[in-house]
């Protein structure tokens, strides 16, 4: 059961054999110890399939055969064989459900225990947007450096976006100068000062301090989350695609998402 939901998650079919840039156990942490948790799991990957109205936790919810669904409701009820799915789907925490549980994982590096940052999440924007923030700052994505350091041979670890510069999270993200740029435009759209970062904890020290109210603090978040977003696709359209992206194009993309996401209106402030 831990195979199939750590497959899922990281998108591998059964044959298939792919790298994994985040540990399953890190996945599985609470989202204050930098996780995204079993509730997250339950609430929005298999509710995501199979819908909100209860595909799991709804006995006379009927659609098309699912493996996945069986499965889940098999396993759910296998230790207290009482207790109904949706009773079970309502804890916060599917603890008694699964083999490991989350808290109980030690989290060490190679220097021991180190602190652990609270996962940020904005509730505002879609899952997998939420999710490309969390593997960021968890470095956790296949660029160029990334691949370099596990032995996979290419022709080049530099950005294919600038070609001057070893191609990491912190640089296809912050320090390049497209994606400063791209920030430097999203600034000016806010009339906020801008200040060139190098790194996700640069960024968080740079929106935690802007005078903004917690609400628009949260949008701008989340506006900052759709960017990174728009630049990790064109990164990939660069590397990837028959044809190279427009750059003219991609902050046009990331206030008609934005508007899309947040209904927000033209000036923020």
Known sequence: MESLRRNFFNGIKRSEKKMVW????????????????????????????????????????????????DLIREFLLLCHKGISVAEKMGHSFLNHSFCRLPEEELKTSNTGIYSEVPTRWVKMVPVKINILAWKINLDGLPTRLNLSSRGVEILSILCHICNEVVESSSHIFFSCSFARQVLANLCRWWELDYSPMNSYSEWLSWVSNIRLSKSKKEILEGICYVTWWLIWLFRNQCVFGSSQPRRDLIFDNIVQMSFYGFLIVVNPR
Request: aromatic letters at 12%.
């Open 22 to 69: 985040i540990r399953w156990e890190k996945l599985l942490a609470s989202k204050k110890n930098e996780g995204l948790g079993q509730s997250l799991w339950s609430s929005f990957f298999i509710k995501a399939i199979h819908g909100d109205k209860g595909a799991i936790d709804n006995p006379n919810y009927s659609s098309r055969t699912s493996i996945w669904l």
